[in-house]
């Protein structure tokens, strides 16, 4: 019998590997439609900025996991839980943001593609800092 250790849920590292492997695959998605349409007045510079941010969210999330960075000696997990707290809250301003403007759309343009990359983001992220939060990066003691 496997014996799970405080901290280590079945169900969320797995989930954790998912998001963040849909979120770098969206990421890369959305950096080639950039590219592809980027002479167009309709593709704003930020479309690139959301698919980096998404594929380095991605990125450091599974080298956090696989403990990548520790072997470099970064301190991952700081680096870590600040990177998806930022996520989360820029990711949750952005779907804020995305449901209120498709309220009242102009010109009848709905705008589903930032809320779904808001969503992807913010979705991590609270995998994320789920994640962190059961594993022991905090160094609280968990017998008192």
């Not at 250790?5 to 079945?10: A, H, K, N, S, V």
């Not at 990711?91 to 809320?115: H, K, S, T």
């Not at 990359?117 to 022991?136: C, D, F, K, P």
């Amino acid at each position: 019998m496997d014996v799970i250790r405080f901290g280590e849920d079945p169900l969320l590292r797995p989930s954790l590997i998912v998001a963040s492997l849909v979120n770098a695959a969206a990421g890369f998605g959305l950096g080639i439609m950039w590219y592809q349409y980027r002479h167009d007045d309709g593709m704003p510079l930020v479309v690139l900025f959301v698919a980096l941010s998404l594929f380095i969210q991605a990125a450091f999330t599974i080298g956090h996991i696989d403990g990548f960075w520790e072997r470099w000696r970064i301190p991952s997990f700081q680096l870590f839980v600040t990177g998806e707290s930022a996520a989360a809250l820029v990711g949750g301003l952005a779907i804020l943001q995305g449901v209120i403007y498709n309220l009242r759309p102009i010109n009848g343009d709905y705008e589903f593609g930032p809320l779904l990359a808001a969503t992807l983001m913010t979705t991590q992220a609270t995998l994320g800092l789920v994640y962190a939060a059961r594993s022991n990066g905090f160094g609280v003691r968990r017998n008192a």
